[in-house]
């Protein structure tokens, strides 16, 4: 499999393709800097009058709810709409599900459009599946582990494909899944991490829209071993959000290979 991976990888390197994110306003420069290094193209449009011409040019469109508004979430709508119509690859990021009614509504109505594949942390991935769970804002009260049989149960209801990141991150097909363990602790410290795996997800996402269980495992195989590699070279989180470009940027497939941490089931 680290063959496939890698090709995938490469192939957002050499494609550059076009990821149309309606994200959140903490994060917006941190995601483009990483789409950039990783070697695809960022687009953040949000307007009314040419959301859905930007997904009609982008190659996979990424909706991220952290910081919503009622004009954001009729964006969000239209964009999705836009993407199922022309069959492109949507990526959904639930920021914060199950902190409010509101959050809940609005993923709610976004679910019933089917998202190629929902990124989350457990809390999150917990909530929309509708398991017991709690959040604290936008963090995670639980570890990755405890989400794994929800993200099953998520993905046989929707359909998607479920990451839930953590510690282990988990890549969830129905009853398949692949488990990754690339990654350090330090990550958590940088804001928008989570929601730069969804935009990566995207890109890979954006050139191989037909395995999308394989594009989300590449992204974040992605993740994980950049923040590897950067953790060994920062001594705290800003130096930390330097050096994670700058492997995004600079991974090789033999550091690719050599580092990949993944086991799959079945």
């Known amino acids: 499999m680290k063959e496939q991976l890698w090709s995938i990888l490469s192939a957002v390197r050499q494609n550059s393709p076009l990821v149309h994110n309606i994200t959140n306003y903490v994060v917006m420069n941190n995601t483009a800097n990483a789409l950039l290094a990783a070697g695809a193209s960022p687009v953040m449009a949000h307007a009314h009058s040419e959301v859905s011409d930007m997904v009609s040019i982008a190659g996979a469109l990424v909706v991220n709810i952290g910081t919503l508004d009622e004009y954001w979430v009729e964006s969000m709508k239209l964009a999705v709409k836009q993407a199922n119509a022309l069959q492109k690859a949507w990526v959904l990021d639930p920021v914060g599900a199950g902190a409010t009614s509101y959050r809940n509504n609005v993923l709610e109505e976004l679910l019933s459009y089917r998202p190629t594949v929902i990124r989350g942390n457990a809390s999150e991935i917990m909530a929309l599946a509708k398991f017991s769970s709690n959040t604290k804002g936008v963090d995670s009260t639980s570890l990755s582990e405890e989400a794994l049989e929800a993200a099953q149960q998520l993905s046989e209801t929707t359909s998607a494909v479920v990451c839930v990141s953590g510690a282990t991150d988990y890549i969830v097909n129905k009853s398949n899944y692949n488990a990754l363990s690339n990654g350090h602790v330090l990550m958590s410290r940088i804001t928008g991490m ?29 993740m994980g071993i950049a923040g590897d590699i950067a953790a060994e070279k920062a001594p705290g989180p800003g130096t930390m959000q330097v050096q994670f470009l700058d492997a995004l940027y600079q991974l090789s497939e033999y550091d690719f290979r050599e580092r990949l941490k993944l086991e799959t089931n079945p």
Do not use: E, R, W
């Open 194 to 222: 989570g929601c730069t795996a969804s935009a990566l997800v995207g890109a890979c996402c954006a050139v191989s829209a037909d395995n999308a269980f394989a594009a989300t495992t590449a992204a974040m195989a992605l």
